[in-house]
């Protein structure tokens, strides 16, 4: 296998397990000249700490980034920029009982058949501890753009049913300062304690929650993502459906497109100061694979944490039916954790696929190379 | 750009444009030895073929494929198979009046955006032509996965909010040859003719209607899918996303699972047969990324045609407000012509992370090159 | 397998055997707002025809290209470039005494143990005709890269063992008329004639003759090619040494070095009308993978045509140790007929990563997309 | 750019600057179930490590390598293998005074042409402690394949003019214990003493000198390469290439085939022991890019090591002619430290293509998914 990587021009590789030494990326094809540092990293990685609210593990895990090379006198070099995040909480001990049969909802069974034998300490490599080497990566997409006057922006939109009103209303009406100091990650206060009363419900059942997060990205230029088989919303769809616990995407108005009309659908085209906009959005800025210069707007649907509490029926590895109770410590929901992944993977897929849009006209090619003449 | 190769192994690189030469593919990676001729291409080519019903444009269009290369005494060489489909009924006159203006829900806008100019006739590569080439190549993907037992199976499931009762209910219940033999694809009959009655009204408003292709893969064998980035679903969705008008991808319960538990939602495992089974299939085939050996179960949402015959405002390239009304041939629905392409998409995702999972183990790399010893 | 695509971004998939329908490629990648036509490809395709010289085989091929896609109003569209030549003069009989056993020098043997069988008629896909798409693609590159003021030239600097003086010294001095009218592709008068003698003498002998390929590129910015791995000249090497008959490359003073020291091999920079220059370039303009804006010089070493005449010993695919004696038309030289592909090659090779480098700084990325704000 | 990783299956991606915070590789793709410990890994950096003899710099390196992931109980588990070599005995001071200059036959120039700056402590990027993680993946390839049966051997041909007799002579007449433990790496004890008093001419010359690498593979199934751009020695040269100082590749007779004739370099086949096998073997063990079961032979050429003491004439950041003696310590000759980097890079590519090999057919394909049931 060698599934790792992602990206063609801003290329990242992950590594890394649970248990194992540390966790880490590294990021190819990074642009020189762009002004970084450790911390612009860390904040991203503080996002997705645990311990931060009720509803995530309580380990203490430092999540410590080190950047091991590509950084010279605070700029990116051009050359592969490495991160380190050595994993300082790891006990086998408290996983060894799940050595020997498979999880329900878990990836214990199919590395068993893929590998013939897994890293069964704290899921190994399919741990959520992965998304640290996307969030390191994320971090300095999500910088770089930043320059370019692109910013991304994922929240919770959902906690079970408990759902911010409208999804697609504007950008500037959530309160995403509420989002990013509550504990469920939801841009809106009353909603926040309801998702809250019902997740502590869920953990009195010994039980789990799902939950949908949505990512928005403003001031992407027209012209991003390429046709055919690397459409902007295709490859998104790649980035966003590798992050664990995904089991669905939609851009735009997503599943809603198929009970609507054309005439309802399509976005009209209408001159604004002197630029062309749409009077609506429901294709979520994409037209045909490609930003049409309008706000990107994309959901992910997580499933419930698979690590519950109750009993569960299962098989072991002699092929046993066993009833089993999984113990430790484990999220209610994975979904407040992810939202930086999502908004990560998300700045990741944008940046590359602006990387390439930039060889697309033979004009531009010749002013590039010619900027005088 | 070069957007136009998907996959690794087993790797296809469509071309050609709605009204240029022709359409064609690529496919380099085929193992040698599979017996193929032009025959199994034309039987997929045909299921996309419109004219076939009164819901699909009425253009005569031949569709006929050549084999180029690939091929010697009816069986592949291993090396590229190159295929061609002549474009014979392109008139350009019928589109020259769309060459000034922005048709919205289309690519045009963001094409010129792209490239400073485009294709105007017939969508150039944004038409659904060019989707030929993903099923000539689906049709060697699905015969080679037969003769590994392994069938892949698209219907529709939706055509507005005419679906068919349970979209997750066994495939043996599904009419089958029903959905092959109507112009809507859906595996019912009483279900097939109310989406004719609402095609038909869609037609009179001078609308569109969206709707839902499933798919289904019997016989996988579980661990296939790389884990983090090449998941199989990941994978499937960068699939079906890159296809013109899909909004939205769901694997197993997909956007369902937001509102479940964990102790609902986890499949238990059990032992049936000396196998290892799932009770439930919440999870549509695939844990961690990778099969669990169950039936794979996915869902595509396409958008209504954006081409409607109802005036609508849009820009022109002098950045001028107009008003057009759009003429020609073009489906109410692109589902049920939508369905080859979706059950293609879907064989050569599954086929090329097949042959990549030769590779993950190596007592099986010792078994392939020491066979004997 | 999937080796039959070339480059990252500016990336060509060729297809097609010897006595198949046709040879082709597909180039995509290719920016938009080229002018191009099907005589800018036919005019390098004519350089590789055969039947040019009495050295090349009397087969009377047309080789005619068809454009197929990727093209409008005489531009590139940014969307993948098909292109076509019908094989017009096979006659498999010609081959059907090769069926059984393995010509010395051939891929007949290999082929065989990696696919199990093959498509003995010529060669099938390792026959010199596979070039045909490269050199299509080349021809595309050729003309993308002088206009950017960068020209690719390749020549003959060897067969057997007359050679041209100095294989470095000035381009300007080299007979470049007479290497393109030449049977030989020498870029010098005297030495092609002493090179027609000898290669007379070869084919008296029924035997073959090998030789040096010289390629420059001028007028190349600095800063192309990527460090480590994908460097300009390891690039150009896996380029050239994939030309079937190829055997060494080298870039610069090549195989010369080994016996060179440090204080003559260094080239010294020095300012010339403001401009960084090497006084010499005995590097072959090339430093640390990157181009360093002096000419580039790479060389490629052919092997004599392994088609022979005279009996020769082998085995045949039942194991048996067989005396053979190859008939038919075969060039007593590989050379002349190679200079464009050799040329084709370096073009694609240079141009991708020209197109790769254009992401490689923050400041021109701003520029880029804010060119005036 | 993204030019840091090198392989399709077997992938590794390389990261690191010579006085950053260390080094490093992360390896995806390799096969679960390897027994594999960082005492593997050590004993080929140890091959590389300076001050083995007074012929490389005297720096006192550690070079441990710690394996941060991949391994689980002593085996590989299938997922990314992270690898980090700390640098330990980086002093910026020294290389200060090279920050405002270009060094003749260095890649400071065109780092500074490409990225706008560069990290000029030690040559960053593109020093020789690159190689470490290439030399780390290549213990990984190496145990692997010695597992299948496959050894890679390396050693050094000539330094300066001094040369072991016959290159091709066969491998057992070679002293390769010789080769390991003397000083230029020549395993021949005589020719070795020779090119120790050359290089000390050298070294009391201010001056430095170049060499030849040759490496052999010995067990080589047949069937391993692509047809067309993924020759196995298409890759080979690439991988080869991108060592820094590598001037020139050759395969079996390599730059010899141009002055040779057909009758003379074709290799018969002949039975032997109920095999196919060739009587000779100028091919170097690839006939049209595969494998043809005989000895794989290459050889790459080095340029002397760059930095001299003598003075030389070159250019500042400012524009300025100026004359400049390089201080520090270096190495007189680059071969013996790079014998192993050549057999680490030629062993990931064979590996790398004989993964590839096994989707070739359909008939084995049949076999792994349904091997007997």
Tied chains: 1, 2, 3, 4.
Excluded at 170 to 195: F, M, Q, V
Excluded at 220 to 231: N, Q, R, T, W
Excluded at 346 to 373: C, G, H, W
Aim: aromatic fraction near 6%.
């Amino acid at each position: 296998m060698a599934g790792s990587t992602f990206g063609t021009i801003f290329k990242i590789t992950t590594w890394g397990e649970s248990h194992g030494a540390g966790i880490g990326v590294v990021v190819d094809g990074c642009p020189a000249g762009l002004k970084l540092c450790a911390e612009d990293i860390q904040a991203f990685l503080d996002r997705r700490k645990p311990g931060s609210s009720r509803y995530a593990t309580q380990r203490k895990e430092s999540d410590c980034v080190e950047i091991l090379s590509g950084i010279f006198e605070d700029r990116t070099t051009g050359t592969p920029i490495s991160m380190l995040v050595r994993n300082t909480a790891q006990r086998s001990a408290d996983y060894s009982d799940i050595a020997s049969y498979y999880r329900p909802g878990h990836a214990d069974y199919t590395f068993d058949q893929k590998y013939g034998f897994r890293d069964y300490r704290g899921g190994g490599r399919s741990s959520g501890r992965e998304t640290i080497g996307r969030v390191a990566a994320g971090a300095i997409a999500s910088k770089l753009l930043a320059e370019l006057g692109i910013t991304v922006t994922a929240y919770t939109q959902a906690i079970g049913d408990i759902a911010i009103p409208d999804a697609d209303c504007p950008i500037s009406l959530l309160d995403l300062e509420e989002a990013r100091t509550n504990p469920t990650g939801l841009p809106d206060k009353d909603a926040s304690l309801r998702a809250e009363a019902y997740l502590k419900q869920c953990m009195e059942n010994m039980d789990s929650a799902g939950g949908i997060i949505a990512c928005r990205v403003c001031g992407m230029p027209a012209g991003i993502g390429e046709p055919v088989f690397d459409k902007l919303d295709a490859t998104l769809a790649k980035a966003i459906l590798s992050i664990g616990a995904v089991k669905a995407f939609e851009i735009g108005d997503g599943v809603k497109v198929s009970v609507t009309n054309g005439s309802t659908n399509n976005d009209s085209f209408r001159m604004q100061d002197q630029k062309v906009t749409k009077t609506t959005n429901h294709a979520g800025g994409i037209l045909g694979g490609i930003s049409d210069g309008s706000e990107l707007i994309l959901r992910a649907h997580f499933k419930p944490t698979p690590s519950i509490f109750q009993k569960q029926e299962t098989v072991n590895q002699n092929g046993e039916n066993i009833t089993v109770q999984i113990r430790g410590r484990h999220d209610p929901v994975i979904v407040p954790r992810a939202v930086v992944v999502v908004e990560s993977m998300t700045a990741i897929t944008v940046l590359d696929l602006l990387l390439q849009n930039m060889t697309s006209r033979m004009d531009k090619i010749k002013q590039f190379y010619n900027p005088i003449e």
